[in-house]
């Protein structure tokens, strides 16, 4: 049973620190407090990427429309 827990942390990219702090907690709401604040964190890095992606959309349909109307 703990492989596939240890596998399923290592999929969501958790550290060996983050295995270890899970693995030796033996209340369960304190591990579901541990992977809460941890996925928070990676939700906020899913955001941080977004607006990159969309700073590089915006770029991209600037650049085509400029192309398109033979704007320099």
Known sequence: MYENIIQNLKDADC??????????????????????????KLLENLHVCQKKLDCLDYLIFNLKQEGEYGIH
């Open 15 to 40: 550290d060996s620190k983050m295995i270890e702090k899970f693995l030796e907690t033996d209340n369960t709401s304190d591990k579901v407090n541990l992977l809460t604040r941890y996925r928070a």
